[in-house]
């Protein structure tokens, strides 16, 4: 494999975590939102990765599958028969959004995206050190 592949297979992780950190700002940006245009409250997106074999070079990359919504997760319900939104017990549906697991998650992402940073940082210095010695 020359390091130009490497390059690319970094870069390939690097979209894939950048895609994934968009999608978890969202989540966090959304953890109050309690009506939606679909309807009801938001819903958590999650995202989903495979293996993709890229014809051109013959390498297997990373890709965003999916992003798909969260409905494992039940909502929170919330006890509050004064709000406008609440149903006939009393109980407002809210999102299933929690912020430390989406704040875990933005640290699982961001250090993916760095280990990919720091492998096309490292074939880089390969490049130049190759060059330096053709010289």
């Not at 990765?49 to 319900?77: C, M």
């Not at 492998?119 to 390969?126: D, T």
């Amino acid at each position: 494999m020359d390091l130009m592949q490497a390059v690319n297979i970094s870069a390939s992780g690097m979209a894939a975590q950048s895609t994934r950190m968009k999608v978890i700002s969202e989540n966090v940006a959304n953890a109050d939102s309690l009506i939606t245009p679909e309807g009801g409250p938001y819903r958590r997106k999650i995202v989903s990765f495979e293996t993709v074999l890229d014809s051109n070079s013959g390498l297997q990359k990373v890709n965003v599958s999916k992003i798909s919504q969260d409905t494992t997760t039940p909502l929170k319900r919330e006890y509050n028969p004064a709000h406008p939104l609440a149903d006939e017990n009393g109980y407002l549906a809210r999102p299933n959004v929690n912020t430390m697991i989406e704040s875990v998650d933005m640290r699982d992402a961001t250090r993916a995206y760095e280990a990919n940073m720091a492998a096309i940082e490292s074939a880089k210095e390969m490049m130049v050190k190759s060059l330096d010695l053709i010289r």
